[in-house]
Structures are given as C-alpha cells and as structure tokens.
C-alpha cells in the first residue's frame, strides 16, 4: 500500500506521524531507549530485516537516529538516538501509560522516579500557571464542524 | 504488507501500537477530538474510503469509538470517542508537541489552558512526590545488553 504523506499538513501530529508513524518505528525507538544500538539488536523483537533495514534508514535520514561507525573491517555501524529522538521519550510514554490502563499482559518496561522509585506518569501542564492541569481544563479548537444529516 | 501483531509482547507500548499504530489512525482520533462524528468528516482529511472503513472498524471493535446510528432510513452511524478512546488525548498531545518541536509548518492544532490561554505542554509526574520530574530522574530499564562486536 502506497502511503500518502503527512507531512505537509498543517497540524504538528500529523507532520509527526509522518516521521514515526510507521508500523514498527515505534518499537525501533523504544528499543533504542531500552538499550539497542545494532541492528541485531534492533532485530531481536521480530522485525524482519528488510522493513528494519528501511525503518532505520528514513529515522536517520530524519535525524532521529545518528549512524556511527564502530568496525572497520567489515565496517559495522550503530544507531544512536539524537537529541531529535531522545525526545520521543514523552511519546513513548503517552503510549506506554495508555498500554497499561486499556491493554492487558505483562509490563517489562515501567519507568520509574529515581529518587523514590514509583512509577512515572504524565501531566498536562501550563507554563504560565506552573502547575498540572486536568484535561477538563483544556480547550481544543473544534476544527471539524459536524455535517448536517442529508436529507432523505 | 502483512502485519505482524504487537498485541502479545511483554510490553504496553507495543500493544497500544498493535491498537492504534496503523497509519492514518491516530489521525483519525485526532479529527474526533476537533469534532469529526461522521463518515463524511473523517474523510475530509484526504483519507481513501476502503482505509477509513477499515480503520474505523477496527477502533470500534477495540473500544476506542462507539457507534451509534443517528438517522434510521437509510441507516447512518456516527462516531463517537470512547472514554478508552478519550484518554488518547495524552498521546496526541506527546505527538503534536514533539512536532511543534522538531518539524516545520502551520500548526492550527494548538490546546491552550482555558483559565489563562496559554499553550499546555506535558510533563513527567511522580505521583508519590507530587512534582513534576525532569527526563534526568527518570530511571527505564536497560532491557537490552548492546551486542558484543563479532570476531572478525
């Protein structure tokens, strides 16, 4: 299937789904913040090489990953989160609480405070007020207005 | 492409992939939030009807819409979000901030506080010490040892 970008959409979600929207570069991510760096690493979760091989070519391509070379002879190379990708963190971690609350099975991958050791979880939060606020506070422009029944 | 399922790994990320990880699906959530019910206004977006009907039927069998029928003769459903489906608002939120960050272009998305009108953002929380935490105190757990280089 032939997939129609996103990202010349006026709207940051969709230009961001264009980056990382594909089936498995998510994981890719996650693995790389779980420690991954190779690509038989990266292999370990299931992915098949092909797909792997074109995932990790498009993140670096969009600088969410850095190739560096570690071997020479053959040369080796390794896939490091940038600053650009180490900020999908909060990403991961949206994903991750809803996984918990909506999905059922095993967790492996809980994030935790350090000083304290509980679980980490998000909130919205305003700058300006310098406090969490609850999502009963947000106002989201509606974009779409809801289409009138046609008639008949 | 045939996809292999995220469902069953050990893991809350993947298995929030394996419900909401195709492509044009949070997009689809997205225009749920700005108001989109109906079939007409998902569609808006530019999405092919055979991939809209798919995914919708999808995010209903998963909880994440309800559908209900709103005129009888012909029969016509619309779309409604479920509170599993509601609770995405974090996630979207991770992706349109991150893309507010790191991609180029309008941005006609924005959610404000109500009280003060000011952008919100996210933050890591530790509940148990009641504060908004930085990336720094966050301790995940280093699932994968990176490889040894190979002998030769």
Not at 36 to 60: C, Q, T
Not at 79 to 100: F, I, N
Request: charged content about 30%; some cysteine; glycine content about 8%.
């Amino acid at each position: 299937m032939q997939k129609r970008s996103l990202g010349d959409q006026p709207c940051p979600v969709a230009r961001t789904l264009d980056v990382i929207g594909e089936w498995w570069t998510l994981v890719i991510v996650r693995d790389a913040f779980r420690g991954a760096r190779r690509f038989e690493d990266f292999r370990a979760v299931g992915i098949a090489d092909n797909i792997l091989s074109a995932r990790l070519k498009k993140l670096v391509a969009e600088g969410v990953f850095e190739r560096r070379r570690y071997q020479e002879h053959p040369e080796r190379f390794e896939y490091v989160l940038t600053e650009k990708g180490r900020d999908l963190l909060m990403v991961l971690g949206a994903l991750g609480l809803w996984g918990q609350r909506w999905t059922r099975g095993p967790d492996t991958t809980s994030i935790t405070h350090e000083e304290c050791g509980h679980r980490v979880s998000l909130r919205a939060w305003c700058d300006e007020c310098a406090r969490p606020i609850d999502l009963s506070e947000i106002r989201m422009p509606r974009m779409i207005q809801p289409s009138v029944p046609a008639a008949g």
